[in-house]
């Protein structure tokens, strides 16, 4: 099983700052990466597939990027709706596995 | 898009058996399109795979759970179901449905998009 290791755990940013999250897998997945948001009290949404394109609806202002074993997920100037957990997830390998969520909070 | 919905009882019995059903609404869930996939997340906690059906009703189990776990299809419903026996405390969850897109014959193993997850305690 593939780990994936998402550092850090909590990250606190001003709104206008910029986010950057990190997800490491314990084995290369090439870019078969992708990223969600979730905020409390609801589902996951899918930000990011491929390890860098951006799903439907998703705003500019989040970029992923990375390949291998070494992902950033990149929130260019935060707003207040994007502070919540943010997990990876890798596709590669059986079985599917998630990161250990990240939480952007309020500074 | 497809949305969809979960259901099923919010209590378990310590050894019993849960059981969920996610209702397909906006698309066949038999047009080829998607896998069906369920997805878990203990309280506080992370998510976990559980595992995925596709319209030919071949399935995909992760290995931690596939002794305990079936997924079904009922077409003619436009539902799929999660069967999961001899629950413990630690299968307290809000458990997802999602939809996995197929694109051009190949899935793409990414989650959108998803239900909005119905919590199921296993308590007696």
């Known amino acids: 099983e593939i780990v994936m290791t998402q550092s850090p755990a909590t990250l606190s940013v001003s709104p206008g700052e910029r986010a950057t999250l990190s997800c490491r897998a314990s084995?290369?997945?090439?870019?078969?990466l992708a990223w969600y948001q979730q905020k409390p009290g609801q589902a996951p949404r899918l930000l990011i597939y491929?390890?860098?394109t951006r799903a439907t609806g998703i705003p500019a202002r989040f970029s992923g990027s990375g390949s291998g074993t070494e992902f950033t997920l990149t929130i260019s100037s935060l707003q207040s709706e994007d502070f919540a957990v943010y997990y990876c997830?890798?596709?590669?390998?059986?079985?599917?596995?998630f990161g250990g969520g990240a939480k952007v909070e309020i500074k | 898009q497809v949305q969809l919905q979960e259901s099923g009882p919010g209590l378990v019995k310590p050894s019993q058996t849960l059981s969920l059903t996610c209702t397909v609404s906006?698309?066949?869930?038999?047009?080829?399109?998607?896998?069906w996939a369920w997805i878990r997340q203990p309280a506080g906690k992370g998510l976990e795979w559980i595992g995925r059906?596709?319209?030919?009703?071949?399935?995909n189990y992760n290995p931690s759970l596939e002794s305990r776990v079936t997924i079904s299809i009922d077409t003619s419903k436009n539902q799929f179901s999660l069967r999961l026996t001899s629950v413990t405390a630690a299968d307290t969850a809000v458990y997802y449905c999602?939809?996995?897109?197929?694109?051009?014959?190949?899935?793409?193993?990414?989650?959108?998009?998803w239900g909005q997850g119905t919590l199921v305690t296993v308590s007696s």
């Open positions: 999602a939809s996995i897109t197929v694109l051009r014959g190949v899935p793409d193993n990414w989650f959108d998009p």
């Open positions: 906006g698309g066949s869930i038999s047009s080829g399109s998607y896998y």
């Open positions: 491929g390890a860098s």
């Open positions: 084995q290369s997945v090439s870019s078969n």
């Open positions: 997830q890798q596709y590669s390998n059986w079985p599917l596995t």
């Open positions: 059906i596709y319209t030919s009703g071949s399935t």
